[in-house]
């Protein structure tokens, strides 16, 4: 039983960020988890040859019944749907930080892989974010090889246009984000609006919960005046926080001292191109509770 323990901690960071990039939603990954525990403690052990290839094509197939039975759902989410933002921020090691940090963590991403059915995003993901070959897909899904092969091959095509679209280093994203951060923390409309591109995209997650827009903002200048009214009201007395969400420097944004958003970027270095503003309360629930175990 010690070996069973050993075995499923030294892959659970690996089965987590599977999920969590299945799911966009880290409580469901954690679910999903800990359910493949409880088979892999109820297992013929001695019977499976390669435990870890067991634990991820059985994390996979789980997430795959968690993602088709989440898609009614989705289906009738009010407004955007966008996935749970994860902070990762250096600190002591938390559920959050055992997900495997990479840029395929990114808001955006996730955002993306939303386009993939469920067998095809975890064919995807297990090719080209998890290093797996062709037999461990094959034997995840339950289907052949050349089969997988196909999958992996529609699904590259149906990202093509997204993935990798904008290469910017970590550095020249941090710079531009650190001067944007200021710009809204002064009310700067000028220099926000030098700052997002002609064409930029907001896209927003209230789920209904709370004042969200239903379709995408599209216009640099729309988006400056949007971020640059919240500045305008003295009682909120907003205040903007860098941090990193999933692996890359975005913002926390507080109104009367409660965080009311988290705030994903992509830029091309120069000037930002997309925002992603999560403001449904249960997925900010987690980020609140970890910023709370700070200040206490």
Request: aromatic letters at 6%; proline letters at 4%; glycine letters at 6%.
């Amino acid at each position: 039983m010690e070996d069973a323990t050993a075995i499923f901690s030294q892959c659970q960071p690996r089965l987590l960020g599977a999920a969590y990039r299945m799911l966009g939603s880290l409580a469901e990954a954690e679910d999903v988890v800990q359910d493949v525990w409880l088979r892999w403690h109820d297992a013929d052990r001695p019977a499976i040859d390669n435990p870890e290839a067991w634990l991820v094509a059985t994390t996979t197939r789980r997430a795959i019944d968690r993602l088709r039975s989440a898609h009614h759902h989705r289906e009738q989410y009010v407004g955007i749907w966008l996935p749970e933002p994860v902070l990762t921020d250096d600190g002591p090691a938390t559920p959050e930080q055992l997900i495997e940090i990479s840029s395929d963590l990114s808001v955006a991403f996730l955002a993306v892989l939303e386009r993939l059915a469920p067998e095809a995003r975890a064919a995807f993901l297990l090719h080209e974010v998890f290093d797996a070959d062709y037999a461990q897909i094959a034997q995840a899904l339950d289907k052949s090889e050349a089969a997988c092969r196909q999958i992996v091959h529609r699904a590259k095509a149906q990202l093509l246009d997204d993935r990798k679209r904008y290469v910017v280093t970590p550095d020249a994203h941090q710079r531009l984000m650190r001067r944007f951060a200021d710009a809204l923390s002064r009310g700067d409309f000028a220099g926000l609006k030098e700052m997002l591109a002609d064409s930029a995209v907001l896209m927003g997650d209230g789920g209904g919960k709370v004042m969200s827009f239903p379709d995408p903002m599209v216009g640099g200048a729309r988006i400056a005046q949007l971020l640059y009214a919240a500045t305008l009201r003295p009682e909120d007395a907003t205040r903007v926080e860098l941090v990193r969400l999933n692996g890359e420097i975005g913002l926390l944004r507080h109104m009367r001292g409660e965080l009311e958003s988290a705030q994903s970027y992509v830029s091309d270095g120069e000037r930002i191109v997309r925002i992603y503003v999560q403001r449904n309360p249960d997925k900010l629930a987690r980020i609140r509770a970890q910023q709370s175990l700070c200040v206490h």
